[in-house]
């Protein structure tokens, strides 16, 4: 059973940081394009970054420059360093695993920046 657990979200302030991890099982994650959406109420769901198999990323022209994404093959995880967090940001962030014809998602994980 594939799952993609993922963890980090919260609340933080306007120009704050947070680290957004995912956590693969069931998968060789190394294998995939790995990579974080998020979907803000009302708006669709949209690419934030992603990094392939190769080492290939991608970013959203949003977050270029604030957001990382980062993968640990070792620990068959995915990351997703965000700086510099605008009330924009606020979403609920996904973790997505794709090899076609597989496509993986996590449930979520809120993040929240306010004053």
């Known amino acids: 059973q594939v799952q993609l657990v993922e963890s980090g979200g919260g609340l933080v302030q306007p120009g704050g940081s947070l680290t957004l991890s995912c956590a693969a099982s069931g998968i060789r994650s190394w294998f995939y394009a790995m990579g974080w959406y998020r979907q803000a109420p009302g708006k669709q769901r949209e690419l934030v970054a992603q990094r392939t198999s190769a080492g290939t990323t991608n970013y959203a022209d949003s977050v270029k420059g604030r957001f990382t994404i980062s993968r640990d093959s070792t620990k068959n995880a995915v990351y997703l360093q965000m700086n510099s967090l605008k009330p924009e940001d606020t979403a609920v962030y996904l973790c997505?695993?794709?090899?076609?014809?597989?496509?993986?998602w996590g449930q979520g994980t809120q993040v929240t920046v306010s004053s």
């Open positions: 997505n695993a794709q090899l076609p014809p597989h496509d993986y």
